[in-house]
């Protein structure tokens, strides 16, 4: 499934699956499933399970995954039809805009932490965004004032599916529900203006993320993608996700390690070389720009970038 938050004519967002060339609302095709069956709370119980956060959708659980599993074994017996809505009508919004951990992996790959003339990590550096960082796939990406060098990162993400604490390495990928698509935008002077990375990490708008988010079933093998950045229309970033240091299953251990992991939570993992500031010359971002960022079955991220 391809998760979407979407809007059609201004409405409020609301969760879907992208399926083709419509879209499939979760919470209304629920509201009928039920109804159908004579449930007298039905539409109460289509949004306790299908609200417009993807996180509370994902913190339902079993209760959410039963409910999805119904109705598409209703709608293959000819019991039901999915709502739909053309996908050419609706705006897409960020998929997951509250995780309430957004954990972000610095220099995990080989060729990046090489660029930057940074030795290999011997354990993955940490740090964070926060939701104010988050826009849409196709929202502005806003240069605060007084940053002279603004960059781009296309990066793979994951999203928690289940409580996790103390998760060994073979069965961490059971406790990721889907991947995304994100952009670590940095400001490298800000970055850079101390040892910790936050103050460039952060900013609003520095998480351009979605369309969608691809689940395990989309997305068998996270470390067979291929990750794609361009500006103005350039090819900047050409890496694959099997020359992640830090796996995707490590990270799960790592991290469930140190605290406990939750459905909703979001980790990204870092990007491949060719990134701006080590460029000859640099390449920075400023109003007027247009970056255009891919990673194999998850979409594509495209965002001008205007002055504060």
């Known amino acids: 499934m391809k998760l979407v938050r979407y809007s059609v004519r201004g409405s409020a967002p609301r969760l879907g699956a992208l399926a083709g060339d419509r879209i499939r609302c979760l919470g209304e095709t629920y ?12 539409g109460e119980l289509a949004h ?31 019991r039901l039809e999915w709502v739909t809505h053309p996908a050419s009508e609706a705006h897409l919004h960020a998929p997951l805009d509250d995780p309430e951990k957004f954990i972000c992996i610095g220099l995990n790959y080989l060729d990046h932490a090489q660029e930057t003339g940074s030795p290999i990590p011997k354990e993955p550096p940490l740090f ?29 993400g994951f999203v928690v599916g289940r409580p996790t604490r103390d998760v060994p390495v073979a069965q961490a990928l059971d406790h990721v529900w889907g991947y995304v698509l994100v952009n670590d935008v940095s400001a490298r002077d800000f970055q850079m203006a101390t040892s910790q990375w936050m103050a460039g990490k952060a900013c ?35 890496g694959r996700s099997k020359n992640l240091i830090f796996d995707v299953p490590h990270l799960v251990a790592y991290l469930s390690a140190k605290l406990t992991l939750l459905p909703g939570d979001l980790v990204i993992t870092g990007t491949p070389a060719g990134v701006g500031f080590t460029r000859k010359p640099p390449v920075l971002l400023k109003g007027g720009d247009r970056v255009r960022m891919e990673i194999t ?9 205007v002055e504060a």
């Open 204 to 238: 609003d708008t520095f998480a351009p993320m979605g369309p969608w988010i691809a689940d395990r079933a989309e997305i068998p093998d996270p470390h067979a993608l291929e990750l794609r950045s361009w500006v103005n229309g350039t090819k900047l970033q050409d």
């Open 297 to 305: 079955g998850l979409g594509t991220l495209d965002n001008p970038v």
């Open 48 to 78: 306790a399970l299908f609200p417009s956060s993807t996180r509370a959708f994902l913190r339902a659980g079993a209760a959410a995954e039963d409910a999805l599993r119904g109705m598409d074994e209703a709608v293959r017996a000819g």
């Open 31 to 42: 509201h009928r499933y039920l109804a159908d069956r004579g449930v007298v709370r039905a």
């Open 128 to 156: 964070a965004k926060f939701p104010n960082a988050i826009v849409d796939a196709t929202a502005p990406i806003v240069r605060p004032r007084g940053c002279e060098k603004l960059d781009y990162e296309v990066e793979l």
